[in-house]
């Protein structure tokens, strides 16, 4: 039987056990707005965000993967409640692209901070992250762009994202999530 043995952690690590909890708070937002588009009988827009949950919860558990890797105890982190209830469509749209730029700054301070510790595989490992939060940033502003477009003709919004949104994202090089990812 072999337990984790772990010396101090380094600042990375600590905050890399943050991120996690950070990963999951965003799973239960999307979650929450994807219930409040499936509820609003919007259901492009819901799977949409259900996807989205997936991905942050993966997120999360590549983070857990890698930790483990490195022989450091994950510790399963409690989450904060979701904003749940939103006054039109373009709110929870809003809301994502604020979460992402959140994310986005988190990743940044982990690879600042990976990079002024020396710790050039943790470095490398936050490369995806940087990545992937270009991405999702962007695709999110596009999709707050054409909610405001498309206004009260939610259908045109739904057409959109069926359209533009659906298709399966390229995952290669991305880092192994602990018990495998989830579609």
């Known amino acids: 039987m072999s337990t984790r043995t772990q010396t101090k952690r380094s600042k990375f690590q600590a905050l890399l056990q943050d991120q996690i909890r950070n990963e999951f708070n965003a799973e239960h937002q999307y979650m929450a707005v994807a219930l409040w588009f499936d509820n609003a009988d919007l259901p492009v827009l819901a799977k949409y965000f259900y996807k989205q949950a997936v991905e942050e919860r993966n997120h999360a558990m590549m983070i857990a993967q890698y930790l483990i890797d490195q022989d450091i105890s994950v510790e399963m982190p409690g989450i904060e409640s979701a904003t749940s209830h939103f006054a039109n469509a373009k709110e929870p749209i809003a809301l994502a692209v604020a979460q992402e730029q959140a994310v986005t700054d988190q990743i940044v301070q982990l690879a600042k901070t990976a990079r002024e510790e020396g710790d050039y595989q943790g470095e490398q490992f936050m490369q995806w992250f940087l990545k992937e939060q270009v991405e999702e940033v962007a695709t999110m502003k596009t999709l707050l762009t054409v ?32 018990g495998g990812s989830l579609s």
């Not at 009260?152 to 192994?176: C, I, T, Y």
Request: no cysteine; net charge negative; charged share 25%.
């Open 147 to 178: 909610a405001e477009r498309a206004s009260a003709n939610l259908f045109d919004l739904e057409n959109f994202v069926q359209r533009e949104m659906s298709a399966p994202k390229d995952a290669s090089g991305a880092p192994h999530a602990a």
